[in-house]
């Protein structure tokens, strides 16, 4: 089921991941207008669970997605495909277009459209990410545990990966590919048993469906069963940019985000983000959580702003009545000659 988008809406929340659905969902509660556009493109669609999730661990993406959505438009908000192409501020709001021509206005933004993952050029990488190609311990490390792991030097974060993977297996293995490791690195590896395999990667194998080893330029085959990836993350915002809103350089070196204070406020007024677009390490948890802390800081704004507007409506009879006052004094005073 998809929503008809409506004309207005009090926050038009631009994802519909876990970040963005968990904010609507807030919103909804607070029984503010919100509408969910989602392009359909989860960056977790590959993976067969979503883990480390409490009293959810397992759930397939697709299933949790269906379940955030049916709680939003039980609470009355809706949920719409589609795709952002322009923002540009309207007045005290914000006129979005989609890229099929749609628009839709709104007094608040919560963007929430996560990032792309820039793989490198490996031969084979990019068909087996987010099954037995994976990038995030706490994410896939039990399903990985004590089986034959590599580590692809792919970013500044690498050897820290093949660090935290030997805490799921014995077995783990780093291939320096075109980042070989300082000599203080290679202490570390060799000091917790990670062995370093020198040589550029030149694709991997598939054996059944299922990862068989990494192939070196010079022909030899390493066996392994998982490979530990570091992907340059990207954040999806190119929207934003006639705003004055563009992703910087994330201070990890692992890519690009857009900046916010704790809360997800960006230096947009009106504009606040949540989970990977500009938390590119936050797991699915954390992205919801962030959701929900951007939501309430989205209302209590709104609020905010709504009783400025009614104090300025309340003192304004007043106001009138004052000068008739006055006015009725003057004159009263110039009749009788004073």
């Known amino acids: 089921m998809t929503d008809e988008l409506g004309a207005d809406y009090e926050v038009l929340v631009i994802g519909g991941g876990a970040a963005g659905l ?5 919103l909804a509660r607070a029984r503010r207008s919100v509408a969910v556009l989602d392009a359909g493109a989860p960056r977790n669609a590959p993976a067969e ?9 397992g759930i397939r993406p697709a299933e949790l997605l269906e379940r955030g959505r049916a709680e939003v438009r039980g609470h009355g908000g809706h949920v719409v495909t589609g795709e952002v192409d322009a923002v540009t501020r309207d007045g005290a709001g914000f006129a979005v277009t989609l890229t099929d021509g749609r628009g839709v206005r709104a007094r608040r933004l919560l963007v929430a459209t996560g990032l792309v993952d820039e793989l490198p050029e490996v031969p084979g990488l990019r068909a087996r990410w987010g099954r037995d190609v994976i990038h995030c311990p706490y994410c896939h490390g039990w399903e990985v545990r004590d089986r034959a792991i590599g580590v692809l030097a792919s970013g500044p974060l690498s050897v820290h990966q093949a660090l935290l993977f030997r805490q799921w297996s014995p077995d783990v293995t780093f291939f320096s590919h075109r980042l070989p490791p300082t000599a203080e690195q290679a202490e570390q590896l060799a000091a917790r048993g990670i062995r370093v395999v020198a040589g550029e990667v030149a694709s991997l194998e598939v054996v059944d469906d299922r990862l068989g080893g990494v192939r070196l330029s010079d022909g030899r085959l390493v066996g392994r069963e998982a490979l530990a990836v570091s992907s340059r993350m990207v954040a999806r915002a190119g929207f934003l940019a006639s705003l004055g809103l563009r992703p910087a350089e994330h201070p990890a070196g692992v890519g690009e985000h857009v900046p916010a204070d704790a809360t997800g ?5 009106g504009v606040w983000v949540a989970g990977n677009v500009t938390d590119p390490a936050a797991q699915v948890g954390a992205a919801a959580a962030a959701g929900t802390v951007a939501a309430a800081q989205i209302n209590a704004d709104l609020v905010a702003e709504e009783t400025r507007r009614a104090v300025a409506a309340r003192r304004e009879p007043f106001s009138a009545a004052s000068e008739a006052l006055l006015s009725d004094l003057v004159l009263g005073d110039r009749r009788h000659g004073r």
């Open 49 to 57: 669970g979503v883990h480390g999730l409490l009293a959810l661990d």
């Open 265 to 269: 406020r960006t230096e947009v007024p």
């Open 22 to 26: 968990s904010g609507a969902l807030t």
